[in-house]
């Protein structure tokens, strides 16, 4: 089992940054590719992010592309998404997600453990 639990969320005005955190416990983090997902009222879940389990492998939904960053810290098990030039579009819940094995996925039914969310606002 894994456990996880994200945190950093916020209200922020366009063009202002957040930083995500998603603290992972229970089985070795290092052996899962983690995600990074987000969903407005009345839409479905969207990938936003992906690293490898190594990190040394990113990817991004077009939208976010050039304005988040994803990235992980082994020692400290947690994974982080820096956004910046924040837009009212990225309003949503935002989810950490982890999937088992080294493969990332944009889809959200690969993966196995899912943190609760935590809600990121932008105002106009």
């Known amino acids: 089992q894994v456990q996880l639990v994200e945190s950093g969320g916020g209200s922020v005005q366009a063009g202002g940054s957040l930083r995500l955190s998603c603290a992972a416990s229970?089985?070795?983090?290092?052996?899962?590719?983690m995600g990074w997902f987000r969903q407005a009222p009345g839409t479905e879940r969207e990938f936003v992010a992906a690293i490898s389990w190594s990190g040394g492998s990113t990817y991004y939904a077009d939208s976010v592309k050039g304005r988040f960053t994803i990235s992980r810290d082994i020692d400290k098990n947690t994974v982080y998404l820096q956004m910046n030039t924040l837009k009212p579009d990225d309003t949503a819940v935002y989810y950490c997600?982890?999937?088992?094995?080294?493969?990332?996925?944009?889809?959200?039914?690969?993966?196995?453990?899912w943190g609760r969310g935590t809600q990121v606002t932008v105002s106009s």
């Open positions: 229970g089985r070795a983090f290092s052996s899962f590719a």
């Open positions: 997600a982890a999937k088992t094995g080294s493969t990332w996925s944009r889809v959200a039914g690969s993966y196995d453990y």
